[in-house]
Structure formats: structure tokens, C-alpha cells
């Protein structure tokens, strides 16, 4: 179920909208569809910025891994 609502916009952005929109679309729906675009958008750069998180946490002991390994195969290759 949708909720209405009121928004207050710059001439040249209500400008854009109805351009995007032309006669097929309303306002509404592209409002609505670029809104879901950047929540969806956001939520992506969040979990990647958690995971980035993680992984810089667990830089220093995952390269200490790799060197150790690579070192192994140096000796006994």
C-alpha cells in the first residue's frame, strides 16, 4: 500500500522529472524508482563498507599467512 506524501523541489529538478517521466510516466513513479535506486545503492556501500572493515582488520594476520606459505614453497619447492 502506498502512502502519499509532499515534497517541495527545485524548479530545474521538478524540470527533470517531467522529462524523465514524459507522458507515459507520473511523477510519482519516477521519484519513486530513482528513490529505490539509491536505498538500494546505499545499502551495497554499506555491506561494503563492513566488509572492508573486516578485512582490513584482518589484513596483517592473512598477509603474515600468505608469506609464510610463500616461504614454504621457496624452501621445499
Do not use: C
Not at 510516466?25 to 545503492?41: D, F, K, N, T
Not at 546505499?42 to 600468505?66: K, P, S, W
Request: hydrophobic share 40%.
Amino acid at each position: 500500500m502506498k502512502e502519499k506524501t509532499s515534497i517541495t523541489l527545485s524548479p530545474d529538478v521538478l524540470a527533470g522529472i517531467d522529462r524523465l517521466a514524459g507522458s507515459k510516466r507520473s511523477r510519482s513513479a519516477v521519484i519513486e524508482h530513482a528513490l529505490r535506486r539509491y536505498l538500494s545503492e546505499h545499502a551495497r556501500m554499506r555491506i561494503q563498507a563492513r566488509d572492508l572493515e573486516q578485512l582490513n582488520r584482518a589484513a596483517d594476520e592473512l598477509n603474515a599467512e600468505v608469506a609464510e606459505v610463500l616461504d614454504y614453497q621457496i624452501t621445499e619447492g
